[in-house]
């Protein structure tokens, strides 16, 4: 594969945004991570928008420089569909967020912790997918984080399904199974994001190999 480090010459802006866009999407999970374990959650729930926000403006960016650009190393649908991918992952994350805030004394944050402990690891799976594209990977490394992604994935719908055995047990009082059966679906999505994003740079480097 030829570097795309090279490729991009001094468009190599649109690695730097992609690159940004994956930290900022971990970072938003981390807050979310100490959103759950902290009882000031003001703080975490700013953290969250403000890891959106950045995420916002890194796909702006990068829509910018696409127009500007006239070469670039990746097809623009590539560059696009992957930034894309990176913005829903804080996105979905606010919005978890943002109905633990109106449903927390209703929940216990220890309920998410399984499931917060897949979506932490893979965010870090994103990131490293993310930072490998410039540096000419092999598709065989490239296949190897994806299919743990996967491995995750499988983690997380095996824990779903778990959960949803208890929400339609009829143990649980019926306001709290639908505030529960809310919040596990949004963390669901957010683990999806990732594997979205992980699919996107699997194709990438496959098309580029």
């Known amino acids: 594969m030829i570097s795309i480090a090279k490729l991009f010459g001094k ?24 959103l759950l374990l902290e009882s000031n959650s003001n703080v975490s ?7 959106r926000r950045n995420e916002k403006r890194n796909a702006e ?14 097809d623009r649908e590539d ?7 990176l913005y829903r ?4 994350v606010e919005k978890f967020g943002e109905r633990y805030e109106i449903m927390h004394h209703l929940v216990k944050p220890s309920y998410f912790s399984p499931q917060m402990a897949i979506a932490q690891e893979a965010a870090s799976v994103v990131v490293r997918m993310v930072d490998m594209l410039p ?10 984080e994806n299919d743990k992604m996967q491995e ?10 778990g959960y949803l055995r208890e929400i339609y047990s009829g143990s649980i009082d019926p ?5 529960l059966r809310d919040l596990y679906d949004l963390l669901e999505k957010v683990i999806d994001r990732c594997r979205d994003t992980c699919n996107i740079v699997s194709q990438i480097v496959l098309k580029n190999s």
């Open 79 to 85: 560059i696009e569909a992957l930034s894309k991918a």
């Open 11 to 34: 468009s190599d802006r649109f690695f730097e945004l992609l690159s940004a866009s994956a930290k900022s999407a971990h970072q938003s999970i981390e807050a979310l991570s100490r």
């Open 175 to 179: 306001i709290t199974a639908m505030a």
């Open 135 to 144: 540096n000419s990977p092999k598709l065989e490394n490239i296949k190897a």
């Open 89 to 92: 992952i804080p996105k979905t």
């Open 152 to 161: 995750l994935e499988g983690r997380a719908d095996h824990l779903v399904l």
């Open 61 to 74: 960016t990068i829509s910018e420089e696409l127009v500007k650009v006239f070469i670039t190393a990746l």
């Open 45 to 51: 729930l700013a953290e969250l928008a403000v890891a």
